[in-house]
């Protein structure tokens, strides 16, 4: 895979931590 | 805009006379800024020469007679190819017909000179374009306009133009104003019509205007969105400053700035809407995703012709699963319901625009509370949480001759950029917030 792509994928997935942390916190369950 | 209306059709100025004088301003500048990906000369005389005909006949004129506009290289105009930014469309068939907007300021009697540089498609803070060039800031051409709306910014900053279309998705418009020191207003969200506008991601793509005068802004907004100016105006005006997300990783003097608009209202709370970090990042999911849907096609069959970076972040974000989709909706939905509560309590909420002022084109990053990051993906760090929720949103320049610019945002209720427009008088009147020529400008136009 192209070093730009993983690059893009790895910021993508710290992003979706953001949410996913942020939406543990509002359901108060972890996911 | 209005002198130059009232003197177009006073007969006191030709707008002949006018589009000249704006087309040679254009040649002599917009070597050293790459704001035009195309000029429209005939065509600006041609209807520059229909006006005339109009006034020397008696004919009544248009709200925008004579004014010179150009427009995001993303709008349709009819006879001309809608880049985007994109060397992949540069053989695609030219426009059957103007965008809606495109057709309301000429029908104002507003004169189309030309298209304006962008990030590729509209992704992107910085209008560093791999086909098109880097547009440069007018008030240090070693800095980025912002973007991805940078040519529209730039070329209003240093005077080529008095008007320009951009538009902002995640912070487009306001962005790239903040950093030329320019009015940028985000309308709400489906305020303005989109026929004709190279879409990116429809739930959130507006469009607006770039005005060095607030004036020149209403005056354009409501000749964009067919209103008159209301009747009754906002007399008392409750002003909330955003903190947390938004005071945590930005310049200091953005954060005074909006204590300083804050103090012009009187006694303004610090508010926190909790989400907002959650939020950036949900936008920036959805607009992977669905910008990399949108484009998935084309990307099969031509990804060589793709911006390598532009290209490398619709891959990434076509593989990102249903389930984080959702996810960011949920986060989307949850912050949306903080700030409209917000917003049911306060009539204006204010914000800085960008982190930082602009980055030198060389470095490509800015300094987010002590951790270097990419100008081109987050410069909208403030602009970016605001957009999910369709509010209209006018990022105004803090008043800071011989520094460089920075904008700050005030955000209102859907539907209320008339109240944003009060509240921004308020503070031109102050002497807070207005446009201060580069000296870019002086050198080498007047030379």
């Given at each position: 895979m192209a070093k730009g792509i993983e690059t893009n994928l790895e910021l993508l997935e710290t992003h979706y931590a953001i949410v996913a942390a942020a939406l543990d916190k509002l359901e108060g369950e972890p996911r | 805009m209005h002198d130059i209306q009232s003197a177009v059709s006073g007969k006191e100025i030709s707008a002949m006379s006018v589009v000249d004088t704006c087309l040679a301003r254009i040649k002599a500048s917009d070597a050293h800024l790459n704001c035009f990906t195309h000029l429209a000369t005939d065509s600006a005389r041609a209807q520059a020469r229909e006006i005339d005909q109009k006034v020397a006949r008696g004919d009544s004129v248009g709200a925008l007679a004579g004014v010179p506009f150009g427009v995001k290289d993303l709008f349709d105009v009819a006879g001309e190819v809608t880049h985007a930014?994109?060397?992949?469309?540069?053989?695609?068939p030219a426009a059957e017909e103007d965008a809606t907007l495109v057709a309301r300021l000429k029908a104002a009697d507003a004169i189309y000179i030309g298209r304006l540089n962008m990030d590729e498609f509209a992704y992107g803070f910085a209008t560093v374009n791999a086909h098109f060039g880097t547009t440069r800031n007018p008030y240090d051409t070693d800095r980025l306009a912002g973007g991805s709306s940078g040519g529209s910014a730039a070329s209003v900053a240093a005077g080529l133009l008095p008007l320009t279309l951009g538009s902002d998705t995640n912070g487009s418009v306001r962005v790239p104003a903040s950093l030329c020191g320019l009015f940028g207003l985000r309308p709400t969200h489906e305020a303005l019509p989109m026929q004709?506008?190279?879409?990116?991601?429809?739930?959130?793509?507006?469009?607006?205007?770039?005005?060095?005068?607030?004036?020149d802004m209403v005056m354009a907004y409501r000749a964009l969105a067919n209103r008159h100016a209301p009747s009754d105006r906002d007399t008392s005006i409750r002003v909330a400053r955003l903190g947390g997300w938004f005071r945590s990783n930005g310049d200091p003097v953005g954060a005074a700035g909006v204590d300083a608009i804050g103090a012009a209202f009187g006694n303004t709370p610090l508010i926190e809407l909790p989400l907002a970090e959650a939020a950036r990042s949900a936008a920036f999911l959805i607009t992977a995703k669905y910008g990399g849907l949108l484009h998935q096609e084309t990307l099969q069959h031509n990804a060589m012709g793709y911006d390598p970076a532009v290209r490398d972040r619709l891959v990434a974000g076509v593989a990102l699963s249903d389930s984080k989709v959702d996810a960011a909706k949920a986060i989307i939905q949850a912050f949306n319901r903080q700030l409209q509560a917000a917003l049911s309590e306060f009539d204006i909420l204010i914000a800085p625009t960008t982190p930082s002022v602009a980055p030198k084109i060389s470095d490509g990053w800015i300094d987010v509370g002590g951790r270097r990051l990419s100008a081109r993906a987050n410069l909208g760090l403030f602009t970016q949480p605001l957009s999910v929720a369709g509010v209209p949103i006018l990022s105004v320049p803090l008043k800071r001759p011989g520094k460089l610019p920075l904008g700050i945002q005030l955000i209102s209720r859907k539907h209320a950029e008339e109240s944003l427009f009060n509240a921004a008088a308020r503070l031109v009147k102050d002497g807070l917030v207005g446009f201060t020529p580069p000296q870019f400008e002086l050198q080498d136009v007047t030379s």
């Open positions: - | 930014g994109a060397r992949v469309r540069l053989t695609e004709g506008v190279f879409p990116f991601i429809e739930q959130l793509d507006t469009v607006g205007p770039f005005t060095q005068t607030l004036g």
